[in-house]
Nanobody
Framework: QVQVVESGGGSVQSGGSLRLSCAAS????????MNWYRQAPGKEREVVAT???????HYVESVEGRFTISRDNAKNTVYLQMNNLEPEDTAVYYCNAGRNNFYYWGQGTQVTVSS
């Protein structure tokens, strides 16, 4: 069983940056696909960025060029570097570890961007 804990959220002004961390425990996630999702008030949860076990990455179009997902297998941690933040990025951000149709979720971390 994998446990993931997100951290690094906070409040920033438009144009600012934050780096979210997702620390995994219970098992190595080196062979897992790791995802960052977000859910804004009144909206459905959406996948923001994915990094596969082979380090291939995917991003939702709205964050392409501004967000970067990366992983440090030695630390069993995944990061989401968020630059040039916009008010539309305000949401609770969740980390997700997935493999063989099993998915493990964290509790989320709040990101608030003010204009």
């Amino acid at each position: 069983q994998v446990q993931v804990v997100e951290s690094g959220g906070g409040s920033v002004q438009s144009g600012g940056s934050l780096r979210l961390s997702c620390a995994a425990s219970g098992s190595s996630v080196v062979s897992y696909g790791m995802n960052w999702y977000r859910q804004a008030p009144g909206k459905e949860r959406e996948v923001v960025a994915t990094i596969m076990h082979d380090d291939r990455t995917h991003y939702v179009e709205s964050v392409e060029g501004r967000f970067t997902i990366s992983r440090d297998n030695a630390k069993n941690t995944v990061y989401l570097q968020m630059n040039n933040l916009e008010p539309e990025d305000t949401a609770v951000y969740y980390c997700n570890a997935g493999r063989n149709n099993f998915y493990y979720w964290g509790q989320g971390t709040q990101v608030t961007v003010s204009s």
